[in-house]
């Protein structure tokens, strides 16, 4: 008795807010990050970011998404907030991975990923913020619109 798994069923508005949340936190934290970005931090976000890529569409696509934007925001220094994220992120990862529209938005995905690692090598912190935030976004819109 009272053990065992259980599913935890969230409304359209208590997923919408983890997504907001997740707006503020994520943004805040890659714009923490990019100033601090060295050249062993890049060897993980480009290991990371390779790895994505290559489950991206597949089974494997949340931990390989989850892995590079960890990688991104590592070099924060910010283990709360990133374990916070982390948090969010499982909530709602059935919601994000329980519908089949991803598969056929990997290539938006991966591009967003693209842009967001274009932005922190030039050391453009408020640009990689605007491209994840608007990635976040979209992910967002595509899993409310498959709750709705």
Known sequence: PNRGAFVISLSTDEVREIFEMRLLLEGDIIERAVPRMTADDWRRIDSAH??????AGG???????????????QPAGRPRQLAMIENLRSTVARYSSGHDALPTRTPEWLADHDAILEACRARAAVAAKQRLVQH???????????LA
């Open 50 to 55: 390779a790895e994505a890529t290559r489950t």
């Open 59 to 73: 089974p494997e696509w949340i931990e390989g998404d989850w892995r590079f934007h960890r990688a991104l925001y």
């Open 136 to 146: 976040l976004q979209r992910a967002m819109a595509l899993v409310l619109s498959k």
